[in-house]
Nanobody, 122 residues
Framework: QVQLVESGGGLVQPGGSLRLSCAAS????????VGWFRQAPGKEREGVSC????????NYADSVKGRFTISRDNAKNTVYLQMNSLKSEDTAVYYC???????????????WGQGTQVTVSS
């Protein structure tokens, strides 16, 4: 059974950090590009970051450049998103997904996880 499970979300104060994990089961994550996306209430889902199958190439949305870092451990079938200097506008449900292209386009990704809530608030 193909499954992606996100974890690591929670409540954090502005300026704080969180590390999200995306664990895959039922397939080899290392064959695919992986993207992180987020959706805030009343807004469309948007691409945050993505990483190539080998991990050698990454891409970030302008809003998170310099604050977020994506990485992967293919031996653990897991992709991570390190989020530093968090802002209130980062509050959203964060999703991971797999695809065949290194892109932040939502429609380019197939299998999705269930999401993990990130709330940045004092």
């Amino acid at each position: 059974q193909v499954q992606l499970v996100e974890s690591g979300g929670g409540l954090v104060q502005p300026g704080g950090s969180l590390r999200l994990s995306c664990a895959a089961s039922g397939f080899t994550l290392g064959y695919y590009a992986v993207g992180w996306f987020r959706q805030a209430p009343g807004k469309e889902r948007e691409g945050v970051s993505c990483i190539s199958p080998s991990g050698g190439n990454t891409n970030y949305a302008d809003s998170v450049k310099g604050r977020f870092t994506i990485s992967r451990d293919n031996a653990k079938n897991t992709v991570y998103l390190q989020m530093n200097s968090l802002k209130s506008e980062d509050t959203a449900v964060y999703y991971c997904a797999v695809g065949n292209l290194l892109t932040l386009r939502v429609t380019s990704y197939g299998s999705w996880g269930q999401g993990t809530q990130v709330t940045v608030s004092s």
